[in-house]
């Protein structure tokens, strides 16, 4: 079992620009999250994905989006990036089930320049 | 104020030191993850507990429900237990998705 994978490992991309993060999930969980982790802070929820919907939301501007695929892989998607979008981006899945334990793939580091 | 607090932010230990990270929280759980996270960014869970005490090698988590607090303990430290340790609490249909993280205890291990 691969565990969560993401992909990319890092990234670097320029002010204005769209950029598609992605995140496979550890075998047999269906729900994704995917959360912002800026530097010396935890990490910050964005939203989370279960049987293709975004089911919950956290405070983060329309211009993050994302989707879940039939599979259970999630994109995250970030337009109109803005130098504070600097940070890393985990994604964790679970089974969508109370109290099951979220496994974390190794994040992207994306830097806006 | 953050709804998952940590204590200390940054300790620097000796080898061989016994070391304990705290972890308090105001909101309703139904279970507390602790979780290391190397330089790197990668996130290993390292327990996940709703009651009592568990132990893994050197490592020990404890929590008290009714006090709202958990503790992380790590036995004869070593230079390679250096790292960043969260707490992250389980809000089961709060509004967080799920998990509410502390910002981290980040651990340095002197040889």
């Known amino acids: 079992d691969a565990g969560v994978t993401q992909s990319p490992t890092h990234l670097i991309k320029t002010r204005g620009q769209q950029v598609t993060l992605r995140c496979s999930p550890k075998?047999?969980?269906?729900?994704v999250s995917w959360y912002q982790q800026a530097l010396g802070q935890g990490p910050q929820f964005i939203f989370q994905?279960?049987?293709?919907?975004?089911?919950q939301r956290g405070n983060f501007p329309d211009r993050f989006s994302g989707h879940q695929f039939p599979n259970y892989s999630s994109e995250l998607n970030v337009n109109a990036l803005l130098l504070g979008d600097s940070a890393l981006y985990l994604c964790?899945?679970?089974?969508?089930?109370?109290?099951?334990?979220?496994?974390f793939g190794q994040g992207t580091r994306l830097t806006v320049v | 104020k953050n709804e998952v607090e940590q204590s200390p932010q940054n300790l620097t230990a000796q080898e061989g030191e016994f070391i304990t990270i705290n972890c308090s929280y105001s909101?309703?759980?139904?279970?507390l993850h602790w979780l290391q996270q190397h330089p790197g960014g990668g996130i290993v869970s390292l327990f996940m507990?709703?009651?009592g005490k568990k132990k893994h090698g050197r490592l020990i988590a404890t929590i008290n429900i009714q006090e709202k607090h958990s503790s992380l303990h790590i036995t004869a430290s070593h230079p390679r237990d250096s790292a960043v340790y969260i707490c992250?609490?389980?809000?089961?249909?709060?509004?967080?998705?799920?998990?509410?993280f502390g910002k981290g205890t980040k651990l340095s291990v002197k040889p």
């Open positions: 507990l709703s009651s």
């Open positions: 075998s047999g969980h269906d729900t």
């Open positions: 992250a609490a389980y809000n089961y249909g709060g509004s967080q998705g799920n998990l509410i």
């Open positions: 964790a899945s679970s089974s969508g089930q109370p109290n099951t334990e979220a496994f």
């Open positions: 994905y279960y049987e293709e919907e975004e089911r």
């Open positions: 909101v309703g759980i139904s279970a």
